[in-house]
Structure formats: C-alpha cells, structure tokens
C-alpha cells in the first residue's frame, strides 16, 4: 500500500501502464496529474478519475519542461514523475529507416532524459517533508526501461538501445541528484498485455510463441509494472535509488521453461 498524498505527474497516462498506475495512485489517496498527446482518451481517463490532465508531445523535452510546471503549480508541488510514454519498433538493423531509429529514441529516451531534467529543478530536498529516516525527501522518478536492454533479442536493436540508454539515464542521474533526495529508478518489462503490444498477441500463434519466451509461461499484466512503479514512487522506499527492476517473467535472466 502506498503512502497518501502523493503528488505525481504521469507521462503517458492513457496508455495500458500508465492508467494502472493512475487508478492505482487514486484509490490510494494520491493526486496525479494525467499527461498524454491524445486528447480524447486523455480526458475520458481524466473524468473517470477527477484529476487535472494536460496535453504533450513527450518527444520533446522542452514540453516536459512546461508540463511539469504546469503540474507542479496545480498539485502543489510533486513528489514524483512516472514516464510511462514509449513505443515498440521489431527490425533488424538493416531495414531499420533513420526516421524509425530517430522516433524510436525520441519516444523512448528522449523522454525520459525529459523526466530527469524536470525532476532535477522541481523535486527538490526538503519541499515535501521527512523520510522515515527523518532526513528530507527530495521526491522519486521512475523510468520504464525493457528487458530488451537486458538480454539479447532479434530484431529489437533501435528498441533495445533506447532502453539501455534509459538505465545509463538512471544510474548517472541517480548520482547527480543524491544530494537533493531525488530517487531515480527503472522498471524493465518482458511483454506486456497493452494496447501497444497487440500486434505481437493479437494471433494465437504470434502469442504463443511469446509465451515461450518466458520461463513463467505467461504475458505480464499492466497492473503488475504499475504496481512495482507505484513501490518505487513511495517516499517509504526512501532508501532505493539507482536500481532496475525486472517485471519479465524470468525473460531477461533465466533459460529455459521447465517442461
């Protein structure tokens, strides 16, 4: 159970994640601030939550900038940024355009670095009360990474290079901001059950073969990484910072299914 009162801005908050991370944070107590480029779905989730929403182009950083801002002025601060924007692209190399690898990493690491410069003006050490530990709490920043990063895949070099930039992301910003309390922390999905992974379940045998590639014989579920995202997010978790967790199913770490 996470702690009340959070004030969180979620990029991407539409999307099969980030809304399970949104309903997740609500029913907790928390307020978030809903950020996406769809203005219809945006604000259907918007309503259904009574949340404030604003529109943005992740891609661009400046954007971050300015709706980090404007979340900061509505909430009252923030405690903590959610990047849950991100896309997908299966290609080898050579049939990959320079248009697709430019759109891969502006969706994918762009954004983030987005998060991570938002975050190093606006969650600042001692704004939002103690931690446990009595010392001040600067805020928390989760980024989504992939085990793609982790374990070698065909056909997924633009993918998976934005999302090993993602964990660099991480563990420099996590020592850059040390001093300011500002928690930075990953999440690396296998495959999970979203609207943006419905070309690779949407056929039997398209699925079937990407059970196969999880020890634990099954996609994940979008409120599994909401729930590990919203763990992080916690000013509880006050003493976790430079690490990337693996929600995959054993994907990225171990071999073979046992029969």
Known sequence: MQSAQQRVLIL?????????????????????????????????????????????DASNPDAIDAIADEAAATLGGLTGIANCVGSLLLKPAHLTSTADWN??????????????????RLLKAGAHGKALDGSSEGGSVVLVSSAAARVGLANHETIAAAKAGVIGLVLSAAATYARQKIRFNAVAPGLVRTPLTKGLTSSELAEKASVAMHPLGRLGEPEEVARVIAFLLDPAQSWITAQVIGIDGGLADVRGRPS
């Open 12 to 56: 991407g908050a539409y999307g099969g994640t980030g809304s399970a991370l949104a309903r997740l944070l609500v029913s907790g107590g928390s307020q978030v601030f809903l950020a996406g480029r769809d203005s219809q779905r945006l604000g259907y989730l918007a309503d259904q939550l009574a949340m404030p929403h604003g529109l943005l």
């Open 103 to 120: 759109a891969t990493l502006a969706a994918n690491l762009s954004s983030a670095f987005g998060c991570v410069r938002a975050a190093g």
